[in-house]
């Protein structure tokens, strides 16, 4: 444990060097932070705080930068409240309402926000459809022949398609048939419905032809989405990072974003852990041994959907970055049941 004195200018350290990007001297903290003590004893202190592993020492500068284990207690013990500013929740109220219409859009839209508000990379994952619970099933009239039917999932997923109606049905025979359907697979997931409860359907239905429209209906859903989908924003915003200006420094990064399985395994990796932080040499892949990953996963109902994270270099605003995702997990599932509830 450090103390006090050390913790204090060890926080003075990370936060001149977020907001500089320049490596931190004694001198800058004694006129800039009230540390309450001499360059001199600055000095010394940083030089311990090295010793200790919490600072680096950069050759080319007689100042110095926070290291992961740093910025691990940092954001750990040290972290200062950043709440969202209203300016900057009426910004995203704003954005959903304006460019929001379909579920599809949230994620998309999302993603856009994170980056814009972070200047990092952002990544939004999706939910399968095969997790998500059923909900109703409608059918609406469109000619004598033929109606439009409408599946609809707790996660708000919709998939609809035009079915002819097998000769000698009505419209009414597909009303009934989604009463028995809904009746039946309410709150099931997608991806476990039980054989027992198509049978009983089939049995309720007593017509072979309404049935086999209605499960193709079901089995189109689950081939069209069966896998979770990977929104990413920002990329041009990182670049715009001091750190990221070389790009041969940073292209093993940018061949990692292209990879879309594997950033999705990073997201998932942390699914259900709620908000969670991983920091440079923590990170498991050698291309983001630089960076700093932000995860949030976010629920439905209390039902888990998926997950929300920034990336970006360590020397990133953490506090500022966790508020906006918190807020970001809530108001996601206000807009999905605005438009689908």
């Known amino acids: 444990m450090l103390d006090e004195r050390k913790q204090r200018i060890l926080q003075a350290v990370i936060q001149d060097y ?3 990007a320049e490596p931190v001297g004694s001198r800058t903290l004694a006129r800039k932070y009230d540390l309450g003590v001499s360059p001199a004893t600055i000095r010394n202190e940083m030089a311990d ?7 680096e020492h950069i050759h080319t500068s007689s100042g110095r930068v926070p290291s992961s284990k740093g910025y691990r207690l940092y954001v750990d ?20 309402k304006a460019k929001v219409q379909q579920l599809d859009q949230v994620f998309q ?19 399968q459809i095969s997790k998500a ?6 059918f609406l009239p469109l000619d004598d022949h033929r109606v439009i039917a409408v599946l609809m999932t707790d996660a708000g997923f919709v998939e609809n398609r035009i079915m002819e109606m097998p000769a000698g049905s009505s419209f009414e025979d597909f009303q009934r ?8 697979l309410a709150g099931h997931t997608l991806g476990a419905i039980q054989n027992g409860s198509l049978k009983m359907i089939e049995a309720e239905i007593g017509d072979n032809g309404l049935y086999e429209s209605a499960m193709t209906l079901i089995d189109k859903a689950l081939n069209s989405r069966r ?3 990977l929104y990413l924003g920002g990329t041009t915003e990182m670049m715009e990072q001091p750190e990221f200006h070389n790009v041969d420094k940073v292209k093993e990064l940018l061949i990692m974003l292209e990879k879309d399985q594997l950033m999705k395994d990073i997201l998932k990796a942390h699914l259900g852990d709620g908000l969670t932080v991983t920091i440079g040499q923590e990170n498991e892949y050698s291309g983001i041994k630089d960076c700093s990953i932000i995860t ?21 605003e953490y506090g500022r970055t966790m508020s906006l995702l918190n807020y970001m997990n809530s108001n996601l599932t206000e807009v999905i049941k605005r438009l689908h509830w």
Not at 77 to 96: F, G, H, N, R
Not at 296 to 316: C, F, I, K, N
């Open 77 to 96: 013990s040290l972290l200062p409240v950043q709440p969202m500013t209203d300016a900057e929740k009426a910004m995203i109220d704003k954005w959903y």
């Open 227 to 229: 896998k979770e989908r």
């Open 133 to 138: 619970a059923f909900r109703c099933m409608q």
């Open 177 to 184: 048939m989604a009463k028995v359907i809904n009746g039946c």
């Open 18 to 20: 977020i907001s500089s």
């Open 49 to 55: 705080l090295e010793m200790l592993g919490y600072l």
């Open 296 to 316: 949030a996963t976010y629920h439905l109902d209390g039902e888990l959907l998926g997950s929300m994270a920034v990336l970006g270099p360590t020397r990133m």
């Open 109 to 127: 839209e999302t993603a856009k926000i994170i980056s814009k508000l972070t200047r990092n990379v952002s990544l939004v994952l999706a939910p």
